[in-house]
Every structure is written in C-alpha cells, then in structure tokens.
Nanobody, 122 residues
C-alpha cells in the first residue's frame, strides 16, 4: 500500500485543519487506517484510527472530541478533521495502514505514509 498524505499547514489556535491520506496498491477496505504524530524531541504518538468499514473509530485522549477520523473506501482515502486546534497539536502527522484484525499502534504498522506538517500558533 502506498500512502500519500496532504493537507495540514498553519492555523491559529481554535481554528480547524483537515488532512487527507490517499491509498493505492491494495484493497483499501482490508486495512485499518491510523493517524500518528510526532513533535520535535518527542516520540511518535497515536492520534486516531478508523476501521476498515469506517464504522469504528478510536482516538487518543488528547484529541477526543476535537478530531474526527473518517474514510471513504470508494476514494481510497482516509481523513482527519482537526477542530479546536491547540498549540500542542503542532507536529508532523503521518497516516498508516494495518491489515484488519491486527493491532494498530506506533510499532505495529504495515505501511507508513510520509508526514505532513501541522503548526498551530497561539
């Protein structure tokens, strides 16, 4: 699976940004999709995940209620809508794919996409 992330950029605190990640190469719906982020000097952390069908999502406590992960299997794309952004959300965000029924964590990923920078100013 090849993953191509887009979106991100610069936002003021309290505003919104959206990320997209387009997949190619395999049957997209056979993979759970996740979003991870890494800030300078910090370890990569889990942000959100969405199941193969899109019917189930999971979020880190730090983004719960503010971020929404979704997917469109017809477009082979996963999304991350980020609302009420905070300066601490500043990071490089990456999408990742994991075959269904396997755990999706920072160390258990089958495919990584390249990162996209999100910067939130106060």
């Amino acid at each position: 699976v090849q993953l191509q992330a887009s979106g991100g950029g610069l936002a003021q605190a309290g505003n919104s940004l959206g990320l997209s990640c387009a997949a190619s190469g395999r049957t997209f719906s056979n993979y759970g999709m996740g979003w991870f982020r890494q800030s300078p000097g910090k370890e990569r952390e889990f942000v959100a995940a969405v199941s193969g069908s899109g019917g189930s999502t999971n979020y880190a406590d730090s983004v719960k209620g503010r971020f929404t992960a979704s997917r469109d299997n017809a477009k082979n794309t996963v999304y991350l809508q980020m609302n009420s952004l905070k300066p601490e959300d500043t990071a490089v965000y990456c999408c990742a794919a994991r075959i269904l029924y396997r755990p999706l964590t920072t160390t258990q990923v089958d495919y990584w996409g390249q990162g996209t920078q999100v910067t939130v100013s106060s």
